[in-house]
């Protein structure tokens, strides 16, 4: 499989697509007539929020079974674009626990 940038690429942009949905959808939070854009719009921020994290495991199950093509230049931005939902969560959930303690 030699797909490592096209699918950190749709990873990124699902991640960054999911915050920007949901702060375009927060200024139709007080409207009554538009409220359901604004739970619209929520829902598919956390639809894609998990989507891009479920895709994120998949590309360190790929990454650890060495099914990508590894040689190409760098390497080690593409991988941290793609695993950046999952280490993005991880840190909320350290920092959450740390301060609930």
Do not use: E
Not at 8 to 24: C, E, G, N, P, Q
Not at 57 to 66: A, G, Q, R, T
Request: charged residues 15%; glycine residues 2%.
């Amino acid at each position: 499989m030699n797909k490592l940038k096209p699918f950190s690429i749709s990873i990124i942009l699902l991640f960054v697509s999911a915050f920007i949905m949901s702060k375009s959808t927060q200024q139709f939070r007080y409207v009554d007539k538009w409220r359901w854009l604004y739970h619209v719009g929520w829902i598919s921020c956390y639809t894609f929020q998990i989507i891009s994290l479920v895709l994120s495991f998949m590309f360190l199950i790929f990454i650890l079974k060495k099914d990508f093509n590894l040689n190409i230049k760098y390497k080690f931005i593409w991988i941290a674009l793609g695993l950046f939902p999952t280490l993005f969560w991880l840190l909320i959930t350290i920092f959450i626990v740390g301060f609930k303690m």
